[in-house]
């Protein structure tokens, strides 16, 4: 059955620094999302992305976050300086129409 | 805009028991509901949806969830549950349509504990 990859599994990093999350969506899907989960609080929603440009994103998701998709089959997520509060599991999904197929996440650690 | 409640925030329940952890959510469109399982460290995985017709809807692993559009609940349950059964639980919901279609609105999950 295809899935939702997404590497690194865990990464750590110095506050400031910039980082890349990567995802490997399901081949056929159209639409692209991330979430994040801080420690002990609830999934939520970061951005959609659709067509080849963002379609909804969240007030958590500024100018310090970015998406892409630059190729066929990567979607990345960006955050251009690292603070602490961005310490959480972020997972990619994507979608055909309604159901959303979540990959197993990364795990962002920022000190 | 949508929300979602969890009600429980933790389960205990002993194992071949019954079992319903409760979601309520609002929104002021129509909506597809879903619960989401994760189990320790790992992605989340679907259990089971509601998109439209019945309101009672099968999933995985013997859970099912009714959809009352009355009361906003979608409350998921399964007759007998298993130690594998122990994860957490996630109610979410999307709009049908609009602006916001895809965009998923958890709720806080519920933390199933099944003892032996």
């Known amino acids: 059955e295809p899935e939702v990859t997404q590497t690194p599994s865990h990464q750590v990093t110095q506050m400031g620094q910039e980082v890349i999350l990567r995802c490997v969506p399901i081949?056929?899907?159209?639409?692209f999302y991330w979430y994040r989960q801080i420690l002990g609080q609830k999934v939520e929603f970061l951005v959609s992305f659709y067509n080849n440009e963002i379609s909804e994103k969240s007030e958590i998701f500024d100018d310090q976050f970015s998406v892409e998709r630059p190729d066929g089959s990567n979607f990345t997520l960006k955050i251009r300086s690292t603070k602490l509060e961005d310490s959480a599991m972020y997972f990619c999904?994507?979608?055909?129409?309604?159901?959303?197929?979540f990959g197993p996440g990364t795990r962002l650690t920022v000190t | 805009a949508q929300s979602v409640t969890q009600l429980d925030s933790q389960v205990p329940v002993f194992e071949e028991a019954p079992v319903e952890l409760r979601c309520n959510y609002s929104?002021?469109?129509?909506?597809?509901l879903f619960w989401y399982v994760q189990y320790p460290n790992q992605g989340l995985q679907l259990l089971l949806k509601y998109l439209s017709g019945s309101t009672l809807v099968k999933g995985i692993n013997g859970f099912e969830a009714e959809f009352n559009k009355s009361q906003t609940s979608f409350h998921l349950r399964k007759p007998s549950v298993h130690i594998s059964d122990t994860a957490e639980y996630f109610c979410a919901v999307t709009e049908s349509g609009g602006t916001s279609y895809g965009k998923l609105t958890f709720g806080q999950g519920t933390i199933l504990t099944v003892h032996p």
């Open positions: 081949s056929n899907h159209l639409y």
């Open positions: 999904a994507s979608s055909r129409v309604s159901q959303q197929y």
């Open positions: 929104s002021s469109v129509s909506v597809y």
